[in-house]
């Protein structure tokens, strides 16, 4: 699963880094996401990113309860 995560995780930084969150936090936010996707999507791997969005999505609220630091961008992001 690590090596899943660090292949991706630049992936999903590179949004986040763009609209000013610091890369420290970016990191964070990514890992803990890309861990809570594979938790529930085991077969998360072989998707497209278009697979994922559609997974994060619909787990929400759910991936944000163990993440505690995208909960607090999504909410600071719609302000």
Known sequence: MSEYIEAN?????APLIENGVDSVKARSICKCTLEQLFIIEPKIREMTSEEWNNIFNKKKEKI???CPALKEFTKNAKN
């Open 64 to 66: 944000q309860e163990k």
């Open 9 to 13: 995780i630049g992936y999903c930084m």
